[in-house]
C-alpha cells in the first residue's frame, strides 16, 4: 500500500479517508447578552486582520482565530488536503465556561451548539458535531445533552478534563456519565485550564505544549481510579493529545496496585486493562510514541486527531499514520475504523 506522501510524488490525488474526532470551531460572532450585566467570561468578537477576528473574553484578546473557525467550506478543502473525509467539530475549550454562572453558561452553550448544527448542515455530511453543556449545573447539562442527542448531527460531547478544579472522575459527575451511557453519546476529554500553569517557564503558549499532556493525564487516571468503566462499559470515552501522561502514569499505578492494600481496595481491576477500554487521538506529534501508545492501549482505541484549525495542529495526520504502521489493517484501524466505533455512525471512505 503506497503512502499519502507517495500519491503527492507522482500526481495522483491525496486519498481522503481519514476521521478526525479532534478539531476545534469558534462561532463567527457571539450574542450580546440581554439579560442584564454581561456576565463575567461572556466572550464577544473583535475584527482583526483579514480573516481574522479577536475572541475577547472580560476586555482580554484570549485568542486570534482565523475564518476556518467557521468557515466550512475553507475547512473542507483543508480537510481535502490533509487526508480526511470526515472531522467531529467542537467548541474551543475556553469556551465551555463551566466557570460562568450556570444560568448565562446554559445559553452560551446553547447557542454555540446551535452554531456547530448550522456548520454540520452545510457540510454535506463530512463534519459531525460534538457539543458542550454547562457541568456546573447537573440538571441544566443533562437537558443540554438530551437535546443535542436528538440531532442527528451530533455523536456526542466535549467536556473539559476538569469542572473548576473537579476531577472528572469525581462522583459527582456520574450521573452525566449515566446520561452518556444510556444516550448513546460519545464523550471527548479535552485539557482544560490546566494544573502546574504557576511552574511553567517561558511564553504563555507552553500551557498547550507542556501543561495540557499532564493534565489530560491526569483527568484520564481520574476515570480509572474511580472504575468508572466498570460501571459504565458501554460508554466511549475518548483522550485528546494521546491521553497526555496516562501512559507513563500506569506503570506506577500498577506497581502501586500491588503495593499499598487501599489502593487494590480501591481501583477494582487492572489500571492498563480499565485504560484499554478507553479512546485516544494520535495527536502526539511523534511516530515512536504513536507507536509506543498503540502497543499499550491497543490498535482499536487509537483515533486521528488534529487540533484543527489553530497554530499548533497536526497537519499531516494520515502521513504521521502511514509512516508510523507498514501494516495496512492497523493503518485503517487508526484512520477511520476506530473512530467509527467511537463516534457511534459509519465513517468508511466510499469505495
Not at 449545573?137 to 443540554?144: G, H, K, R, V
Not at 470515552?237 to 494521546?242: D, E, M, Y
Not at 502526539?284 to 502497543?295: A, C, K, M, N, S
Request: proline share 7%; charged share 20%.
Amino acid at each position: 500500500m503506497g503512502s499519502a506522501a507517495d500519491d503527492r510524488r507522482y500526481g495522483l490525488p491525496r486519498c481522503a479517508c481519514g476521521v478526525d474526532v479532534h478539531a476545534h470551531i469558534v462561532p463567527a460572532s457571539f450574542p450580546a447578552y440581554l439579560k442584564g450585566p454581561r456576565p463575567t467570561g461572556w466572550p464577544e468578537m473583535a475584527e482583526a486582520q483579514p480573516c481574522h477576528r479577536h475572541v475577547v473574553i472580560d476586555g482580554r484578546n484570549y485568542r486570534t482565530v482565523s475564518d476556518r473557525c467557521w468557515d466550512v467550506p475553507k475547512r473542507l478543502d483543508d480537510m481535502e488536503q490533509m487526508g480526511l473525509s470526515l472531522q467531529a467539530i467542537s467548541a474551543m475549550p475556553e469556551l465551555m465556561s463551566y466557570w460562568m454562572e450556570a444560568g448565562p453558561a446554559d445559553e452560551l452553550q446553547r447557542y454555540i451548539n446551535d452554531q456547530i448544527a448550522l456548520m454540520l448542515d452545510d457540510s454535506a455530511g463530512r463534519l459531525v458535531g460534538l457539543g458542550a453543556v454547562p457541568l456546573q449545573d447537573m440538571d441544566l447539562a443533562l437537558a443540554e445533552l438530551q437535546r443535542l442527542m436528538r440531532h442527528p448531527g451530533f455523536a456526542g460531547v466535549q467536556i473539559g478534563s476538569n469542572v473548576n478544579g473537579k476531577p472528572i472522575g469525581a462522583p459527582e459527575f456520574d450521573p452525566f456519565f449515566e446520561a452518556a451511557d444510556a444516550l448513546g453519546a460519545a464523550v471527548f476529554v479535552h485539557a482544560l485550564r490546566p494544573a502546574g500553569q504557576d511552574r511553567l517557564v517561558g511564553p504563555a503558549q507552553l500551557q498547550q505544549v507542556l501543561a495540557y499532556p499532564g493534565e489530560v493525564g491526569l483527568a484520564a487516571a481520574s476515570v480509572i481510579c474511580s472504575n468508572l468503566m466498570l460501571r459504565r462499559p458501554g460508554l466511549r470515552i475518548a483522550f485528546s493529545h494521546g491521553g497526555g501522561t496516562l501512559g507513563l502514569l500506569l506503570p506506577r499505578l500498577e506497581e502501586g496496585r500491588r503495593v499499598f492494600p487501599a489502593l487494590q481496595d480501591s481501583i477494582a481491576t487492572s489500571p492498563t486493562e480499565q485504560a484499554r477500554r478507553l479512546f485516544y487521538d494520535a495527536l502526539v506529534y511523534d511516530e515512536p510514541t504513536l507507536r509506543h501508545l498503540t502497543g499499550l492501549f491497543g490498535e482499536t482505541q487509537i483515533m486521528v486527531g488534529t487540533d484543527y484549525p489553530f497554530n499548533f495542529h497536526e497537519r499531516n495526520p494520515v502521513d504521521r499514520i502511514e509512516a508510523a504502521f507498514a501494516d495496512e489493517a492497523t493503518r485503517r484501524r487508526l484512520l477511520h475504523d476506530n473512530a467509527s466505533t467511537f463516534l457511534g455512525r459509519n465513517t468508511r471512505p466510499a469505495t
